[in-house]
């Protein structure tokens, strides 16, 4: 039989081999750099705050200046405004009522589905 080598042997564990697993360093934070940390993220999110004042703020929508009283055939424009308004509204009332029906279908149908389905023999 072959002779047994110390390094393929199961009986021999890696401290017998002299291969020693170093310790993991402590994961611990000193009070200093605790605070050092909060210190530096309250200025940091204080930058971030002036910066944010400074730009202003975001997310306005650009105000519509409307139609000039000089502008030709301004009565004209302001009726074509209000009919693609009209229109508008007309669509989104139309879409609902759509939704409403089916809705309604959908609902008659499954009270239909479990008036049938609890009976049998």
Request: proline share 7%.
């Amino acid at each position: 039989a072959a002779a047994r080598r110390p390094d393929r042997d199961p009986a021999v564990t890696p401290r017998d081999r002299g291969m020693v697993r170093k310790k993991a360093a402590s994961k611990r934070q000193s009070l200093q750099d605790k605070y050092r940390i909060k210190r530096r993220v309250k200025e940091h999110h204080r930058k971030l705050r002036k910066e944010a004042k400074k730009n202003g703020p975001a997310n306005r929508k650009p105000k519509d200046p409307g139609i000039p009283s000089s502008w030709p055939f301004k009565d004209e424009l302001l009726t074509q405004v209000e009919q693609a308004k009209e229109r508008m509204k007309q669509r989104i009332a139309e879409r609902t009522e759509r939704q409403r029906e089916l809705r309604r279908e959908a609902m008659a149908r499954r009270r239909a589905g479990a008036d049938g389905a609890g009976v049998g023999g």
